[in-house]
DNA sequence: TCTTAATTTAGAATTGTTCTAAATAGAGTT
DNA sequence: AACTCTATTTAGAACAATTCTAAATTAAGA
């Protein structure tokens, strides 16, 4: 379910072939890495096209540096008051729109008034826990989807997101 | 995909017997029909354990007397006023609410920030077309999963949301 | 260093939704 | 019908998440 796959027009009953792509997250590193950590998230933003400020450059390392996570712009801020980095939210909400734009975020809605933001960008789904709000990923050969109905003509699937909601 | 449906705890790759629930609509009437209708929907709202007040009453005409629907509140706000039936904002929310809470109605979370809410209440899946922020209902025999990952132990799966959406 | 455009920021504004407290109106007595 | 009791409605205030604005700062290249 790559991003602007289009469905074949009028074959009926498909087995669809999923591809597991695998997004690149950086492991955690001993301190004599951590200058190349920084090189390579600051790399990272530069081919984006994304000027690497301070701030931008800080909420990137909170964001990437320890494996997948879903935030909300407010617990990115917390998180970055708690660690004394200097941003303000208006700055937060910019960097996960940008980072969004330049698909190194992904934007997940699952609740009504708030926008959870995902740093895996490969194809995967997710459990929902009604109870506490918590997000947990589900790897894409775990939901095996073998059909799927044709969008309308000329229509093309961007994206297909599976919810599993945990009673609350 | 059942309300509170339990996964069965050990089993690694079942096929799922998915069942469609024909959802009730009511059906376009003649003039003559239209006093039945109205009865109808009283006795749905009565039923339902929600006193048919006259704001109760014109609110669920206009979402149940004509097919499957999708609304937001201010939509639902903006065609009342467009038809002259006075309701405030404020009941607006909490007829759907209410709705909602007694089964008559079901919540969709699609963009942050918004609520949808469905008249459909049988299972079933949804297109979203990113350009234009409409829903469309997805039969939920066209969608055929048939693997799920086991949620975490002693959690129960509340419902599998499919959302497909259309490049915008 | 200088210039320029991108980025950050505080605070105001906006949007969608919920809350509050007073007024109204069903529904069951009498 | 009048009376009572509670659910419902309502306007407007309050709230939460997000976006906007306009001024200050900063990265990057000349």
Redesign the pocket.
């Known amino acids: 379910m790559a991003n602007g796959l289009v469905w074949p027009a009028k074959q009926a009953k498909s087995v669809y072939h999923i591809f597991v792509i695998v997004t690149r997250h950086s492991q955690a590193m001993s301190p004599t890495q951590s200058k190349a950590r920084d090189t390579g998230i600051l790399e990272r933003l530069r081919t984006a096209g ?7 450059l800080a909420l990137a390392k909170l964001l990437f540096a320890h494996g997948p996570r879903h935030v ?3 617990s990115l801020f917390g998180e970055a008051k708690a660690k004394r980095v ?6 937060v ?3 996960l ?1 940008d980072f969004t734009d330049k698909g190194l975020l992904r934007e997940i809605s699952i609740e ?4 959870y933001f995902d740093t895996n960008i490969g194809d995967h789904h997710h459990f929902y826990f009604e109870r506490t709000g918590k997000l947990q990923d589900v790897a894409l050969d775990s939901v095996r989807i073998t059909s799927l109905p044709h969008p309308p003509a000329g229509e093309k699937i961007a994206r297909v997101d599976v919810i599993i909601r945990i009673a609350g």
């Open positions: 994304l000027r690497p400020t301070r701030q931008r909300t712009a407010e200097n941003v303000s939210l208006a700055t909400y910019n960097a729109h009504a008034n708030r926008s």
